[in-house]
């Protein structure tokens, strides 16, 4: 049985002021931790990543909680708990504190230098995932000393950048440690500033490299033209025959024939989110897209399988025309799918398909991810919606996101507890993007946010 429950109003008074004098500890420690490049991708980063998960305990003992580094095959994942009572039920909360790679005359602050300003966090990992993470550790700080009955496990990755390769080893080596009843996952986006939203699904992932080898060095494209093959142009017209790349529509025979359909009621509450289609494509900067209808846009980006091309490498790229034929070329591709999609089921189709069009090219496998689908309905769903209601003012939306978290799959595969994904990070902040930032507002509100959520599922039977 759930321990007593205290009086929510006493708790609100509480939690106001509180939240208003942690705000400089907040920002200090986000600056610290958001200093250290910890890139997951690129190996010579290790001692960073290492680094970054020393601070990262630190942090939780710091705030009273029992904290290590627990090392896998690859980078470790820093693992806390604090119990309250053994009869009290356990939330797991997830965040990654690896980030993307930064820099480049995009960036008009040093990327791995903490600055704000007018409220604004600045620098790589502020909104992905760094400030959304401390945000749920300065609610679980105060949960804990004001007597909300729930033992508080925090699981922080250093590998979601990188696909999380060795996240399910960490799972069950630790599953008998972490127990939880259910899950928190803090490393989605809103709608808009405006419009918060919960994803209950996640597209997967699969990426693949196309190389064709016809030669073993540049040659004069005067002597051998007409007659040598040409690699970049084979791959280009083997990619048009994958896809089409104005529509997007896939070529690849029996692709779409394990897509989960869309439902009706999903549909009405895509369309009911507060998406806005000309806001976002002012935000990502686009001159034009494939389509402006807001149905199609939503069923595009959370909801259909995609093929993407992501570079072509070969040949000559320096200033004017090297007149040569190249002897290789490849492309670097990936597919997101959809629930009920499989990474190796779309391999294979992807794999016989070129074998059949182009059978000298090369398909080498890359990382995968599962697609996720979730419940947006039930008492911990309506749990997170009062949440954000409370912190925020605004009823949340309920949606489907179009990225990937490897982890949550892994989890839903492996701990079997119902998951709720609570973000805080807006479409401008930045994701993965040039100048990432995060702002006290969905810091503050998210401390509040997940304070409320504690209380409400606490009492969950």
Known sequence: MAGQLPNWENIAEKLNSYVNDVRNEFEQMLGEIVEIPT??????????????????????????????????????????????DPKNPTLAIYNHLDVQPAGGPE????????????????????????????????AARFAVENGIPLNIKFIWEFEEENGSPNFEYFIKQYKSEIKPDSILVSDTLWISSDKPAIPYGLRGLQGARLVLETGTKDVHSGT?????????GEICQLISQLYDAKTGKIKIPGFYKDVKKL?????KNFLASGFDVKKRIEIFGFKSVRTKNKAEVLRRIW??????????????TGPGIKTIVPPRAEAKISMRLVPNQTPEKAFKLLKDYVKKLNPDVEVIRENALEPYLGEFEGPYADSAVKAIEYAFGVKPAFIREGGSIGA??????????PIVMIGLSLPEHGYHEPNENFDWRQASGGMKAFVRYFYEISQIK
């Open 224 to 232: 051998t033209g007409g007659w040598a093959r040409n690699p970049i």
């Open 39 to 84: 890139i997951s991708m690129d190996p010579s980063y290790r001692n960073d990543i290492e680094r970054g998960a020393d601070l990262a305990v630190e942090f939780l003992k710091k705030f009273g909680f029992e904290a290590k580094k627990c090392q896998t095959p690859g980078n470790p994942v820093v693992f806390g708990s604090y119990v309250t």
């Open 107 to 138: 960036w008009v602050r040093e990327p791995f230098k903490f600055s704000k300003e007018n409220g604004k966090y600045y620098g790589r990992g502020t909104t992905d995932d760094k400030g959304p993470a401390l945000s749920a550790l300065f």
């Open 408 to 417: 949550v799959v892994t989890m839903q595969k492996l701990l079997k507890v």
């Open 263 to 267: 439902s009706d009621k999903e549909l």
């Open 303 to 316: 909801a259909e399988p995609t093929f993407e091309v992501h570079g072509i490498v070969g040949g000559y």
